[in-house]
């Protein structure tokens, strides 16, 4: 079975600029959640989806939105990007609301 | 103080020794506990998930947790080359995503 995936691998984009990210889960899972990892840090929560609903929200502005669709896939929307955002953005995915998850290679996103 | 610590190293030893990386923590609500492996350009991969205080082993891999002194540890025997990554601690005081604290990790490097 092929792991999680993550589109696309690097993103360049400047100040201002709207950005969409992408993850597909593993086959069966039904969970997604979105995590921000900046250099030197672990992962920061953003959001959690399971079974199209929002779960879990992390503490970030309303400029991060989200969505899952019926095939389960995932969309992580960031608006008027701040070079701030500059991170990685990982995806994992689980069968369940709660158990373990499994991480995508994440995309790295360059605000300049 | 963060209420998730741990030393980012870089940490280096040779190939055979054993590994002993740590993380204190100041939230005495925190009952789960995870450890994280984390290759370069890759997402994270759970390495060990337990419960409250006590010991776990998983092949090299042993998990210490210490309720009492709010400090977690992983030991890894007969490190190899392959063990060189980032290792990350998690944390949380219930079973949601939105409530797991990460460290920033521990970048470990075995010398062959």
């Known amino acids: 079975d092929a792991g999680v995936t993550q589109s696309p691998t690097h993103l360049i984009k400047t100040r201002g600029q709207h950005v969409t990210l992408r993850c597909s889960p593993i086959?069966?899972?039904?969970?997604v959640s979105w995590y921000q990892q900046v250099l030197g840090q672990g992962p920061q929560f953003i959001f959690q989806?399971?079974?199209?609903?929002?779960?879990g929200r992390g503490n970030f502005p309303d400029r991060f939105s989200a969505r899952q669709f019926p095939n389960y896939s995932s969309e992580l929307n960031v608006n008027a990007l701040l070079l701030g955002d500059s991170a990685l953005y990982l995806c994992?995915?689980?069968?369940?609301?709660?158990?373990?998850?499994?991480f995508g290679p994440g995309t790295r996103l360059t605000v300049l | 103080q963060k209420e998730v610590e741990q030393d980012p190293g870089p940490l280096s030893v040779p190939e055979g020794a054993i590994v002993s990386l740590n993380c204190t923590y100041s939230n005495s609500a925190f009952q789960y506990f995870m450890w994280y492996r984390q290759y370069s350009r890759k997402g994270p991969e759970l390495l060990m998930y337990t419960y409250s205080s006590g010991n776990k082993e998983d092949g090299r891999f042993t998990a210490q947790v210490d309720k009492s002194s709010k400090y977690i540890s992983l030991f890894i025997r007969d490190s190899q080359p392959s063990d060189s990554a980032t290792y990350l601690c998690a944390m949380s005081a219930e079973t949601s995503y939105d409530k797991v604290i990460f460290g920033p990790g521990t970048s470990l490097s075995v010398i062959p």
């Open positions: 989806y399971y079974e199209k609903e929002e779960r």
């Open positions: 086959s069966g899972h039904k969970s």
């Open positions: 994992a995915s689980g069968r369940r609301d709660y158990n373990e998850q499994f």
